[in-house]
């Protein structure tokens, strides 16, 4: 019996935090837009005048408006833009290019250029400006969607800027670094050869086993694989954010260094149980898992220091 009352007292708590967390969204406002080609979720808080806003850029692979892929299913961007707006911070979010089908708006897949994403986002920032809605624009960016969000802000007047578990190199440095750990050194070898020659220019035909990108796609992966986030980042002066986790196996702890010395003036948090997909793990088993685990909980500490950034008032 008093396993049974047990039983029903846990049930009847969690049932309870379902519904704070339901409350938590309840009343907002979320509206589909369209700019340009590009489809996007607009999501306000109930009983705000002019709150801020962030644009929340996702990560690389064709990536939708939740932070999800063909592959990975974590909802990255979907559970941050509920924490943001429970904390009466507005969000915008977007399918980014390739996410469910090449539109043909976005012309043919082979003239795709990396400066296509931030012109996308640019596109949103302006809206969003132009709006007259919000208080405050901010930029964040998760993975390579940091990468995007800096080039953005060097485009477009934004008010600050949040990188989540960004890279401080070269996509196609940090492509090889992450094979390294993976392959042994002869398959390796012909790869890393592939992608230093697209770096340079070049088209690779036929691309070595393991690198299955086709000689017309080159180009636009190659644009992508050049930019390098260092030198834009140092002359960005708007207050930034910058995050790393101690579990992620994407990007290592040197990029969040490295990333922290290019904008020394910006505010930095290291969360030694988060992974890349923003969640705390235990093992490399359970960071796995987490990224086809949409309801698992983003890390709390991140979630509240990213808000909290947002909605201060200090100038830096």
């Not at 700019?35 to 709150?51: C, F, K, N, S, Y």
């Not at 969003?128 to 901010?138: A, D, N, T």
Request: charged share 25%; aromatic share 4%.
């Amino acid at each position: 019996m008093r396993a049974r009352t047990l039983l029903a007292a846990l049930v009847g708590a969690l049932a309870i935090l379902g519904l704070c967390g339901a409350m938590a969204g309840a009343g907002a406002e979320e509206t589909k837009i369209r700019v340009g080609a590009i489809d996007a979720v607009l999501t306000t808080p109930p009983d705000v005048e002019r709150p801020p806003v962030v644009l929340l850029i996702a990560g690389s692979g064709s990536t939708d408006h939740d932070g999800n892929g063909p592959q990975v299913k974590p909802a990255t961007l979907k559970k941050l833009s509920e924490q943001l707006v429970a904390r009466k911070i507005a969000t915008l979010r977007y399918d980014k290019r390739g996410a469910g089908g090449w539109k043909p708006e976005f012309g043919r897949p082979e003239d795709f250029r990396f400066k296509d994403f931030v012109e996308d986002a640019t596109a949103l920032v302006n809206y969003l400006r132009s709006s007259g809605k919000f208080s405050r624009i901010v930029v964040a960016g998760h993975s390579e969607g940091g990468l995007v969000a800096i080039l953005t802000a060097r485009r477009v007047p934004i008010d600050r800027l949040v990188l989540l578990v960004t890279a401080a190199r070269r996509q196609g440095d940090l492509v090889k670094a992450q094979l390294e750990k993976k392959l042994s050194p002869d398959r390796l070898e012909p790869i890393v050869k592939a992608i230093d020659a697209m770096m340079a220019g070049q088209i690779v035909d036929p691309p070595p086993q393991g690198l299955a990108i086709a000689p017309s796609m080159q180009p636009g992966i190659a644009s992508a694989f050049t930019e390098d986030p260092i030198d834009p980042l140092k002359l960005i002066e708007r207050p930034t954010l910058i995050v790393g986790g101690g579990r992620d196996r994407q990007v290592a702890r040197l990029d969040f260094i490295a990333l922290s010395a290019a904008s020394p003036l910006a505010k930095t948090l290291w969360l030694p149980e988060m992974n890349h997909v923003l969640v705390d793990v235990t093992d490399e088993d359970d960071d796995l898992a987490a990224y086809n685990q949409p309801e698992r909980a983003l890390d709390p500490v991140l979630i509240d220091s990213v808000a909290n950034f947002i909605l201060a008032n200090d100038a830096r």
